[in-house]
Structure formats: structure tokens, C-alpha cells
């Protein structure tokens, strides 16, 4: 590049101008008032929260941890099985500091994601509250479909720690018929909205303690394409609960990239699990076909 003198300046003065931008932008506080102490537990207090590694997926006992944030659920008037209603949800570190806007960082697409199920783990929601204004408070419309005390979970990243935090509470809602077809059974494979939905498990069986490998795989029942579309960045999520509904893992495909999409007929997905204690656990398969979210279950079986 052959540049005259007063080019020359001109060019050196933007590059001076653009890195003191940069310095100047470094220097902003990054919005939250929290700090990684707000988020600390008395270890004294056992049974503390692990916070997570994304390389080795984990089930997270949020109810027996102590969670440095506090989480109340209000249901407004009219949620019922079928009928939607207002649910207001409060988060606050346990010293009291509400957690607002700007103390979350926006992990998968959002910055709180609640995964709610009801006590047979047959109704699974993965919903996004929005912020009311009001420090703490979020909001998001609730149509539960089943009746009994529904269990909402948390997942969020404060900022000051940068670190994925749980923290869960209960909402009764009333059983307008009082059946109940007890719990939820599925297997390893369901044909759902005209897909064939597969969950491959290695080893069989599982063992508590041990890195499970997950096989997620979708066929057209039709043959064809799979119209699979990423949802929260990712081409699929998978939730595991106990049917105690102690806590939860949140699983994304080893299969990272979206750039690199399964393939269109076929399309295999692959997660990693370790789930501590032997028993039964359903998992939510949570995929996006055509614009149309969808959720399966599957059944899987941990032993000794
Ligand atoms: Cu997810």
C-alpha cells in the first residue's frame, strides 16, 4: 500500500481512535452489581452444587444442594390443567440481591431457562421468562397440563461468576379431574408426529457412577428429510429427571457446531451423561422439526 503523508496520519489517527474505543469499552462496568461472593455457599453446609463441566455432563441434585439463589414461583389467576396462567418468578441471592437483567449472561440463546415437570414426569416445559421490570421478578405464561405440584428448575449464569447455577421451587395446581394415570413408562423408541425418535444407550445396561454414551437418532416415518432445526443453539437438548425429581442433567450433542448439520435422512445425535445413583430416569428429548418444537420421552434404567 502506497500511502500519501496526510493518509498516512489519517490512517494512524482511526487505528489510535479505534483501540482508545476499545480501552474505553473495557473499562464500562459490565452491568451487574453482584459479585462471585453474593454466589458463595457456606461449605460448612455440605452437599454444595457442583458447578458444571460442559466436557462431562452431570445430574445435578438441585433440591439436596444448597443453592446460593433463592427462587419463589407465584401462579396467577387461571392456571389450570388446559388454561393458561401468569407465573411470576423471584430470584434472589441468598443475602437477599435480587437477580436482575444485567446479573445473568445469555447462555444457549437466553438468560434464565426453566425446565418445569409435573410429579408422574409426563408434562416437560422448557420455557423463557422475561424480566418484569421489577428487580429479580421474571414472568412467562404458564399452561400446565396435568394436575398435581409441579417442580420448576432453574438454570441460569450469573455474570460474576460466569458459572452455570440451579435453584428449584414447587407450585400445586389443582387436578380438575383427579385422574391419574401414575407414572410416566416410555421406552427407547417412539413414533411421534410422524417421526421414528431412537435413544441408543452404551453400555447396556447403565451404571450410576459411570459416563454413559447417549445415541439420539430421528428417521420420517415417511422416509425422507428430517426437518431438523437448531433450537437454542443447539440441534438437540436433552433433559434427564429421577422420578424423585431431585434435580436434572441439561445435555448438549457432542455435536457442537451448527455449521455442521446431521445428516438430513438419518440425523444421530451424540450426548454424554453420568448420573450418580442407580434407578429410573425419564429424558426429554427437546428438538426443533420444521419450526415446530417437539418434546419425547424415553425411559432409561441406571443399575448399581
Ligand atoms: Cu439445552
Known amino acids: 500500500m502506497n500511502l500519501a503523508p496526510a493518509e498516512r496520519r489519517q490512517f494512524a489517527w482511526i487505528t489510535v481512535g479505534a ?23 457456606d461449605p460448612r453446609a455440605g452437599n454444595v452444587i457442583e458447578f458444571c463441566d460442559p466436557a462431562n455432563p452431570q445430574f445435578i441434585p438441585v433440591v439436596a444442594a444448597k443453592s446460593p439463589v433463592k427462587m419463589t414461583v407465584a401462579l396467577g389467576q387461571g392456571a389450570a390443567p388446559g388454561a393458561p396462567g401468569v407465573a411470576t418468578v423471584r430470584l434472589a441471592t441468598t443475602n437477599g440481591k435480587p437477580l436482575r ?16 415437570v409435573d410429579p408422574a414426569l409426563r408434562d416437560y416445559q422448557h420455557v423463557h421468562p422475561t424480566p418484569t421490570g421489577e428487580p429479580g421478578e421474571w414472568r412467562f405464561t404458564f399452561t400446565p397440563r396435568r394436575g398435581g405440584t409441579y417442580r420448576f428448575f432453574s438454570d ?24 391419574d394415570e401414575g407414572a410416566l413408562a416410555p421406552g427407547l423408541e417412539t413414533v411421534q408426529d ?11 445396561p447403565a451404571r450410576a457412577g459411570r459416563p454413559i454414551d447417549l445415541q439420539f437418532a430421528i428417521t420420517r416415518s415417511e422416509g425422507g428429510a428430517v426437518p431438523l432445526q437448531p433450537v437454542m443453539d443447539a440441534y438437540a ?20 457446531d451448527l455449521a455442521k448439520p446431521p ?42
Open 19 to 41: 483501540i482508545a474505543v476499545f480501552a474505553a469499552l473495557r473499562l464500562l462496568p459490565t452491568g451487574t452489581n453482584l459479585s462471585h461472593m453474593d454466589f458463595r455457599v
Open 101 to 116: 437483567v444485567q446479573d445473568l449472561l445469555v447462555t444457549h440463546t437466553e438468560r434464565l431457562h426453566l425446565l418445569i
Open 156 to 179: 441460569f449464569t450469573p455474570a460474576a461468576t460466569g458459572r452455570g447455577l440451579y435453584a428449584s421451587a414447587d407450585h400445586d395446581i389443582a387436578s380438575r379431574t383427579g385422574t
Open 194 to 204: 410422524g417421526h421414528r425418535f431412537t435413544l441408543g444407550i452404551a453400555p447396556q
Open 237 to 256: 437438548h436433552l433433559v434427564a429427571f429421577d422420578e424423585a425429581r431431585s434435580g436434572f442433567a441439561h445435555l448438549h450433542p457432542v455435536e457442537a
Open 263 to 304: 445428516a438430513a435422512t438419518n440425523p444421530v445425535l451424540n450426548f454424554k451423561l453420568t448420573i450418580p445413583r442407580p434407578g429410573r430416569y425419564i429424558v426429554w428429548a427437546q428438538v426443533n422439526l420444521g419450526g415446530k418444537e417437539t418434546f419425547v420421552p424415553f425411559g432409561l434404567s441406571v443399575a448399581e
